[in-house]
């Protein structure tokens, strides 16, 4: 792997151990329709998920959310890779798994790769996913730079933690339009200042990352979602 790219990765796995006691197992009995996504390659293809006591293929696109599945009756969400053991028997091997979030029915998956750890190669994070917890129309920004920021979203200032989610409202219209954001320190100092799209229907994810250019302190992954106008969350 690319220094920079591990380097990234030690900083996101600090992120998931920091969130880990935040997503609490739950019986799902009445369904719950989940999206994944990766941005590096994982070390292995056909990978499936465990529905019961089936096994159901699922397919990733690279720096995008994949199509959405469905499973139910489960409190753990699990990617297997078919296997072949010692005495020629085919079966489906774990090789990475993450608890449910509390109170939701919608969730999304982030894939890691974990190139250190071959008995278990994937690392995964569950976030909540729902309308309500990150409604059309807002921002949500994950620091894995390692210090707390401020981030300024048109005239709004909100602080970001280290290691946590924070959603904003980017107040956005239906025409939609380039929305002014800023990112500081806790003293003040201006660190980073971009313009992101946003319009009323549309979900923005931001990842920070502190970089390894000497050039720039951040590096940022984007991942939009355009949300059907039926599918708007009612304030």
């Excluded at 990842?207 to 390894?212: D, H, M, V």
């Amino acid at each position: 792997m690319h220094p920079h790219r591990f380097s990234q990765l030690v900083v996101f796995l600090c992120f998931l151990s920091t969130l880990a006691v935040s997503a609490v197992a739950q019986s799902n009995e009445s369904g719950l329709k989940f999206t994944c996504l990766m941005w590096d390659d994982l070390p292995m293809e056909d990978l499936h998920y465990k529905e019961g006591k089936s096994y159901k293929p699922i397919t990733f696109r690279k720096g995008k959310r994949s199509q959405e599945y469905y499973f139910r009756n489960a409190s753990v969400f699990e990617l297997f890779v078919p296997a072949v053991n010692e005495e020629g028997e085919r079966y489906f091997k774990l090789v990475g798994s993450s608890p449910l979030v509390e109170g939701t029915q919608q969730i999304l998956f982030i894939v890691v790769p974990l190139e250190r750890k071959p008995d278990m190669p994937l690392s995964i994070l569950a976030l909540d996913d729902s309308l309500e917890g990150f409604p059309p129309g807002s921002f949500r920004f994950a620091n894995f730079t390692g210090s707390k920021l401020l981030v300024k979203v048109r005239d709004e200032v909100t602080q970001l933690e280290t290691g946590k989610i924070t959603v904003t409202d980017a107040q956005s219209s239906e025409d939609g339009g380039m929305v002014p954001v800023a990112f500081g320190s806790p003293a003040g100092e201006l660190l980073h200042f971009t313009r992101i799209y946003s319009h009323a229907r549309s979900r923005e994810m931001v990842f920070i990352l502190r970089s390894q250019d000497l050039r720039k302190k951040f590096d940022f992954k984007f991942v939009p979602q355009n949300m059907p106008k039926a599918q708007k969350f009612a304030e």
